[in-house]
């Protein structure tokens, strides 16, 4: 069972920049940044595979980056140049594989609003 906790969420301006940090108990090969907001279903925003395998939603381009740190299990997602529309509660999801399944896991969830 892998444990999932995300930080860095918060309030900041138009413009602004945020690093969310997504710390697992275990390795988890690919790691996947999601954002949700009320009555919405959950998007995806950037994930990692590996070292540098990345990808990204077309919104983000440009904006938001996605790294790890293997050490201590923990992807990152810097945002920068932060739009209202970024608000939402941001969720990491690591896949795991064992024996050819796959397993999701999912965090808590960090909010972030980004004010004009």
């Known amino acids: 069972q892998l444990r999932l906790v995300e930080s860095g969420g918060g309030t900041v301006e138009v413009g602004g920049s945020l690093t969310l940090s997504c710390t697992a108990s275990g390795r988890a090969p690919a790691t996947n940044w999601y954002r949700q907001t009320p009555g919405n279903e959950r998007d995806f925003v950037a994930g990692?595979?590996?070292?540098?395998?990345?990808n990204y939603a077309d919104s983000v381009k440009g904006r938001f980056s996605i790294s790890r740190d293997d050490p201590t299990n923990t992807v990152y997602l810097q945002m920068n140049n932060l739009k209202p529309e970024d608000s939402a509660t941001y969720y990491c999801?690591?896949?795991?594989?064992?024996?050819?399944?796959?397993?999701?896991?999912w965090g808590q969830g960090t909010n972030v609003t980004v004010s004009s």
């Open positions: 999801k690591a896949v795991t594989s064992t024996g050819g399944l796959y397993k999701n896991y």
């Open positions: 990692i595979i590996g070292k540098s395998g990345t």
